[in-house]
């Protein structure tokens, strides 16, 4: 985990969850590697909290690993807060994981989700980047209540914003989203539509089926000769 994004959750974490009781906190996507010494465990040493890190890989910081990609071992309404740092951007189906978060959060319980906007792909898999409307979409898609959603865009230079300025620090530029499980939350109609999702992207798993495309010339397009070189736009930047 970058320091930007531990940031970024200190911040929810301080805003959202008050020291005067106990919460059960779900880390989705808690393992740590390489030489990573940050965890959310570690940012929640100063709460009463009642920790469960999951994760798809065993590892430091992973009480529980899940079986299946789409299926937190978790209680339905179990859970006050859901983290999830730096995890989406390497998630296929990212639905059927806010699905799931909505599951097992309590009525009025918060999840707490950082990702990259931008930065090199990295890890195994690198699928995602996000936006605030990412965070609406997401939101409106698990009928979750978005609380706060903001990027951390680089400063505006006239009309633009001036990517060639940011610093070493802000390199990812983390979208930070706050989601709240509303109290009347509609059971019956998300559960037919969870469980037919997770079904689906747990049966999927993930994009290992998919071979990655080869460059565009010199070769055939889906069974159609390459255009010629000339036919091809080119991007000069």
């Not at 065993?58 to 006050?80: E, F, L, T």
């Not at 006239?158 to 300025?165: A, C, L, Q, S, V």
């Not at 009347?184 to 037919?196: G, S």
Request: with cysteine; charged share 25%.
């Amino acid at each position: 985990m970058h320091q930007s994004a531990y940031e970024q959750m200190e911040l929810c974490i301080e805003a959202y969850l008050p020291r005067t009781r106990r919460h059960r906190v779900v880390d989705l996507g808690s393992r740590i590697s390489g030489k990573q010494t940050r965890t959310h465990r570690g940012l929640l040493a100063n709460h009463d909290i009642d920790y469960f890190g999951v994760d798809v890989q065993d590892g430091p910081n992973v009480d529980a690993v899940m079986k299946r990609p789409y299926r937190i071992p978790a209680r339905s309404r179990s859970a006050d807060v859901v983290l999830s740092g730096q995890a989406f951007e390497h998630i296929p189906f990212f639905w059927a994981s806010m699905l799931e978060i909505a599951r097992v959060l309590k009525p009025g319980g918060y999840a707490f989700i950082t990702a990259p906007s931008r930065g090199h792909a990295h890890d195994a898999q690198d699928c995602w980047r996000y936006y605030p409307d990412g965070f609406r979409a997401m939101a409106a898609h698990s009928r979750l209540e978005l609380c706060e959603a903001y990027t951390d865009f680089p400063p505006r230079k006239g009309i633009w914003h001036d990517y060639r300025g940011i610093g070493k620090g802000a390199y990812w530029g983390d979208s930070v989203g706050v989601f709240r499980r509303p109290r009347r939350y509609p059971r019956l109609t998300m559960f037919a539509v969870r469980e037919l999702t997770v079904w689906w992207a747990n049966r999927v798993g993930g994009v290992d089926s998919v071979p990655v495309p080869q460059p565009l010339r010199g070769r055939e397009l889906c069974g159609r000769p390459a255009p010629s070189p000339v036919d091809v736009p080119v991007n000069k930047g």
